[in-house]
């Protein structure tokens, strides 16, 4: 079965970190981007990260700017966000997608991982 | 950074009637416009890409039109299985990625 798999999540106390992993099953990654979204519990969602297909091109929102980093790994057909120095409002589930480079709407999404920020 | 504001909040549409789905852009966006349907507990789902081409295995009751900073996304009969929330989102500018606050689509 095609699939994009999230984990790592779990909670984590304020100023913590975490590497939440996408790992895809049944296909290669290596031709796509991955981007990452959060949905805090109720709300909609938010764009925070991307990785290129080469590894290099990286891109975050302002939110999380300085605190998270995003990157691939090609031989394992997985992508990874490090996040750090969090807050409570990074309390959220975080999704991974794929896109091509160049088409920006992102059509197929991970399960989900949820990481929660509290002392 | 472009703000996407999306009509109403909640839609209340009895099954096989119509239901159309707002967005509206804080400035043009051309056509770079995607729809999403997320169910409880659900990852999203790509509904609409380029404001008006249906994604693979999408059905036909689902359609897009717009463009500039009007969009909107009609179901022409709703199923049972179409009672979600509708997130649109733009992607003009790379990486200035926004959505939308969402619109819940429940059952009258």
């Known amino acids: 079965e095609v699939q994009l798999v999230a984990s790592g999540g779990g909670l984590v106390q304020p100023g913590g970190s975490l590497r939440l992993s996408c790992a895809a099953s049944?296909?290669?990654?290596?031709?796509?981007?991955v981007t990452w979204v959060r949905q805090a519990p109720g709300k909609g969602l938010e764009w925070v990260s991307d990785v290129g297909t080469d590894g290099v091109h990286t891109y975050y929102a302002d939110s999380v700017k300085g605190r998270f980093t995003v990157s691939r790994d090609k031989s394992k057909s997985t992508g990874y966000l490090q996040v750090s120095s969090l807050r409570a409002e990074d309390t959220a589930i975080y999704y991974c997608a794929t896109h091509r480079p160049g088409n920006n709407w992102f059509a197929s999404w991970g399960q989900g991982t949820l990481v929660t920020v509290s002392s | 950074e472009t703000v996407l504001t999306q009509s109403p909040a909640t839609l209340s549409v009895s099954p096989g009637e119509r239901a159309t789905l707002s967005c509206r852009a804080s400035?043009?966006?051309?056509?770079?416009l995607a729809w999403y349907q997320q169910k409880p507990g659900q990852a999203p789902r790509l509904l609409i890409y380029g404001a008006s081409t249906r994604a693979t295995d999408i059905p036909a009751r689902f359609s897009g039109s717009g463009s500039g900073t009007e969009f909107t996304l009609t179901i022409s009969s709703l199923q049972s299985d179409d009672f979600a929330v509708y997130y649109c989102q733009q992607y003009n500018i790379w990486p200035q990625i926004t959505f939308g606050g969402g619109t819940k689509v429940d059952i009258k």
């Open positions: 049944g296909f290669s990654l290596n031709p796509y981007a």
């Open positions: 400035q043009s966006i051309s056509s770079n």
